[in-house]
């Protein structure tokens, strides 16, 4: 399994970002698959994810802190995750990952996720 997030940048508050993930190894639509993310001196968060389409009902999960601003979503052709940020804050600055979990359900505790990719950063500033 492999994964790889690409997307991030630097953004103006109130700003927009898309991020990618890049998906092999397995179908995107078998695993549970979520976003995750990591500021500097912090916890890693996780802030997204989506159960498996195939074992599960595909619904999403959102932290409070996301809600209504993010959203994932996937390209099974492409077999990508993505996650669309709207609104964006100086608090969403971090390093985004996206991660499998070896089961159809979502849980967002980062502690429950097997495989990890690398991350990309998002920096959101004036």
């Known amino acids: 399994v492999q994964l790889q997030a690409f997307g991030g940048g630097l953004v103006q508050p109130g700003g927009s970002l898309r991020l990618s993930c890049a998906v092999s190894g397995f179908s995107l639509d078998d695993l549970a698959i979520g976003w995750f993310r990591q500021a500097p001196g912090k916890q890693r968060e996780g802030i997204s994810c989506?159960?498996?389409?195939?074992?599960?009902?595909?619904?999403?999960h959102y932290a409070d802190s996301v809600e209504g601003r993010f959203t994932i979503s996937r390209d099974n052709t492409k077999n990508t995750l993505y996650l669309q940020m709207d609104n964006l804050q100086p608090d969403d600055t971090a390093v985004y990952l996206c991660?499998?979990?070896?089961?159809?359900?979502?849980?967002?505790?980062?502690?429950?996720?097997?495989?990890w990719g690398r991350g990309t950063l998002v920096t959101v500033s004036s």
């Open positions: 991660a499998v979990r070896r089961d159809s359900w979502c849980i967002l505790n980062p502690n429950r996720f097997h495989y």
């Open positions: 989506i159960n498996s389409v195939t074992n599960d009902d595909g619904s999403t």
